[in-house]
């Protein structure tokens, strides 16, 4: 059943069915009921060293005896991320129970718990589960052996991003903020997008921030100043500071 969930989960997620009918008669014949429920994508990141095959067992059946219809699955292309459909009936108060069933299942296996936009239906639904994963990606590791957890609707710029991936307006926003970057560092073998990234997803905080791309303070500022030079931008003004975390986002994803 597990292995058939995988399937499921696989075939969403990369759209290989016909028509939205067609995936929620496969869904229900599965046991994952869609129509008059309310569905959720959530993403758990492990720590490295999690033996996500023995894992993932523990975790669908801790969800499932919380009175939840769960799937789960994984991706080849990042071993450390277990991704969900949740089925809910409607008014049913039951995330708070499966989140802690999951934490408790995952004990010190578990880094990271995303939770993706409330869905009605398969094509919400597959937003969901994406913007779960990029969110359990996305999310810097947790200080000490403990774990955090994240929703989408605290991340609104993600949820725009995620929403708009494949618009050609974004892509063309991404290649023309950060190519400046993009060349420096394909020229130079240099880390100035990594760097940006660091700064972007710790605002206001570079002691952290060069900590995340393994510089020292001084280095971090000198590439700072070096990637406001290239793009000719004052990165401490908020319209910019979107704009390129915007970019950063959607960059990502591709």
Known sequence: MRQSHDTLLRALLGRRFVADVDMVTRLEAAGFPVAGHELVGMALRTRSQAPVGELMPRLVDAVTAAGVHVMAGTSSSNPDII?????????????????????????????????????????????????????AQRTPDPRGRGYTIQRIQDRPLLKLVTALAGDPRLQHHTELTLQPLIEYDMARDGDLLAVLTSYLAYPGNRTRAAA???????????????ISELLGVDLNDGEVFSALHTAVLARSRQ
């Open 83 to 135: 991704h969900f459909a949740l089925s809910f009936r409607r008014n049913q108060a039951i995330e708070e129970p499966a989140l802690k069933a999951l934490a408790e299942a995952g004990g010190e296996g578990v880094k990271i718990i995303a939770v993706g936009s409330w869905a009605s239906g398969i094509p919400a639904l597959l937003a969901s589960i994406e913007e779960a994963i990029d969110l």
């Open 212 to 226: 995340a791309s393994h510089l020292s303070r001084s280095v971090f500022y000198q590439r700072i100043a070096l």
